[in-house]
Nanobody, 113 residues
C-alpha cells in the first residue's frame, strides 16, 4: 500500500507563489506516476499535472506550474507561480498502485484577488 501526505498550502495574493509537497510512504519503489488534482468549491475534482517519465499539465496551468519529484525523498512537488483566484481549491496528491487509486488528505490553496 501507499500513503500520501500533502503540505504547503495556504493563503496567497493573486500573482504570488506556493510550493506544494506530497510525501509518499509504503510501497514507493513501484510508483511510476504521481499526479496533482484540485477541487474548487462546488466543482468536480480535476487533474492538474502529473509526472512519470515526463511531466504533463492541464492547459490552464501551463507556463505557471511545475511538477517535479525527488525519488530519494519519495516526494513530488508542485511549484505554483503567478497564482490566480481561479486556482483556489483543495489540492490532492494521487497515485495508482496495484490497480488502486491512492489519495492524500488534501491541502487548501486560497488565492485572493
Amino acid at each position: 500500500q501507499v500513503q500520501l501526505v500533502e503540505s504547503g498550502g495556504g493563503l496567497v495574493q493573486a500573482g504570488g507563489s506556493l510550493r506544494l509537497s506530497c510525501a509518499a510512504s509504503g510501497s514507493t519503489f513501484s510508483i511510476i506516476r504521481l499526479a496533482w488534482y484540485r477541487q474548487a468549491p462546488g466543482k468536480q475534482r480535476e487533474w492538474v499535472a502529473s509526472i512519470g517519465g515526463f511531466a504533463s499539465y492541464t492547459d490552464s496551468v501551463k507556463g505557471r506550474f511545475t511538477i517535479s519529484r525527488d525519488n530519494v525523498k519519495n516526494t513530488v512537488y508542485l511549484q505554483m507561480n503567478s497564482l490566480k483566484p481561479e486556482d483556489t481549491g483543495v489540492y490532492y496528491c494521487n497515485t495508482v498502485w496495484s490497480g488502486t487509486d491512492y489519495w492524500g488528505q488534501g491541502t487548501q490553496v486560497t488565492v485572493s484577488s
